[in-house]
């Protein structure tokens, strides 16, 4: 027989509710309906077995990642000049689970040394996740609460792993697991608090009132898989008397795989408004081959994000907005484009890349990635078009080296040649200067306790 017994403060249910809410009566509720469907979940799972089978695991990651850069900018606020600055990653990782029921809580803290003049800072500190999901049938769950949502490759729906805060989002999630996939997301946004910085908090981000997604994925063979990704999200406008506007995606990925050989095409089509009341008419195309040799991967591909042929006076936008994906791991580390429209004015992306991974022990492996950068559609100066549309080129290198379980080492150096075209993006301040960008990260993630129990 095994006793439990719960104890918590009020100034203690206050504290945390002011890291997730500038309302603690929000989590207050939060907090209740989790414990009614902890113990709710834990009678169903007395009633439907003899046994009640029981697990524990914690984990910790101390992640501190050191990062400098030269000649280009993130957001137009950057400076260009060289910085160096380093962001710490310390998260703590509680999953429950039973016959019944799992809860899992992720409180994180991000810290920033070297940034913005100042030696040290507390960027956020949060919860990356934190839901119970009951098990309803054999195959079907509920989760609900803050919770990650990595949906394919990542390119629409990530949880940001790179990013020392990651991604998540607020809301309810069904899942179905069988041969058939499939899981239907219910999210919202809240007037997150501003104590910490919104740029390293998992949520504050998002501009969306409303978040609606449907995820299937069907093996019809060994060699034949389907994916398909259909998003609804609703935003609140404050510009006219129109109170919402909704932005739709619909699309998905067809895999082939024979052997060392494996062939993919993924598309979306992209309508409803956008924030300035223009109608959306926009796609993204992503093909790519990939052959495997044993110790060598190689992926060749390219994407395609639809622009604008002309920005002038519009009722209708084709500009693709990739969403709540990532972009660094399809359009390079160093991030010249990630806010779509806004990084290539427009104009629409065409991005033929090759990657090449070599796997040189059982504990190193090696990773280049190329990649060519062009604008669908010409660029403006000062009204007028300009001739081509070559961006520029870049190039990716990095180390992976892992020596003990737990711990993880990774260099990366990545440099742009760029094109006279990429000044006008307002990303590279002059390309006669080669941008550069490099980081040292280390992941130390030990698990603290693990354990399995059953109970009569």
């Known amino acids: 027989m095994i006793d439990y017994q719960l104890v918590l403060h009020d100034e203690q249910v206050f504290f945390v509710s002011r890291l997730i ?71 703590l990782s509680i999953t429950y689970k039973t016959n019944r029921l799992s809860l899992h809580v992720s409180p994180q803290e991000i810290h920033v040394w070297g940034d913005a003049g100042r030696f040290s800072r507390v960027g956020s500190v949060n919860f990356f996740e934190l839901y119970a999901e009951p098990v309803l049938t054999k195959n079907f769950s509920v989760r609900i609460g803050r919770q990650a949502l990595s949906l394919d490759n990542g390119r629409i729906f990530s949880a940001a792993p790179w990013g020392q805060q990651s991604r998540a989002h607020e809301g309810i999630r069904l899942l179905y ?11 919202f946004t809240r007037p997150y608090g501003q104590y910490f910085d919104p740029a390293y908090s998992p949520v504050a981000s998002h501009t969306y009132k409303y978040l609606f997604v449907h ?60 924030a300035a009341s223009e109608k959306l008419r926009a796609y993204y195309i992503q093909p790519e081959i990939s052959a495997n040799t044993g110790k060598t991967l190689f992926r060749l591909g390219a994407e395609i994000l639809s622009g604008e042929k002309n920005t002038a006076s519009k009722e209708i936008s084709r500009s693709f907005v990739p969403l709540y994906g990532v972009a660094w791991k399809f359009m390079g580390n160093m991030n010249l484009f990630t806010r ?109 306790l693990s354990r399995k129990w059953i109970t009569l």
Request: aromatic share 14%; proline share 4%.
């Open 21 to 91: 809410s500038p309302n603690p009566a929000i989590l207050n509720f939060y907090f209740v309906a989790f414990l009614i469907t902890f113990f709710r979940a834990g009678d169903l799972s007395a009633q439907s077995a003899d046994t009640l089978h029981r697990e524990i695991s914690i984990d910790f990651e101390l992640r501190p990642r050191a990062e400098f850069l030269d000649n280009f900018r993130w957001t137009a606020a950057d400076t260009a000049k060289p910085n160096l600055y380093i962001t710490q990653r310390n998260r």
């Open 340 to 448: 779509f429209p806004a990084d290539v004015n427009e104009k629409g992306l065409v991005n033929p890349y090759l990657f090449i991974i070599f796997q040189a022990g059982e504990k190193l492996s090696l990773r280049s990635d190329a990649h060519l950068f062009y604008s669908q559609y010409p660029l403006l100066n000062e009204g007028n078009e300009i001739d081509g549309k070559y961006l520029g080129f870049e190039s990716d290198l990095s180390l992976n080296y892992k020596p003990l379980k737990g711990i993880e080492i990774t260099y990366g150096f990545s440099v742009t040649v760029a094109n006279k075209r990429m000044e006008l993006l307002n990303k590279i301040p002059d390309a006669g200067k080669t941008p550069v960008w490099s980081y040292l990260m280390v992941s130390l993630s030990p698990r603290l």
């Open 215 to 274: 995820h299937l994925k069907y093996r019809f063979s060994n060699n034949i898989t389907l994916t398909t990704i259909n998003a609804m999200d609703v935003f609140r406008r404050t510009t006219n008397d129109r109170q919402y506007y909704q932005r739709i995606n619909n699309g998905g990925r067809l895999e082939y795989t024979q052997g060392s050989i494996y062939g993919t095409v993924s598309a979306f089509y992209q309508y409803g408004e956008n």
């Open 177 to 187: 697991k069988k041969r058939l996939e499939t899981d239907l997301t219910l999210a």
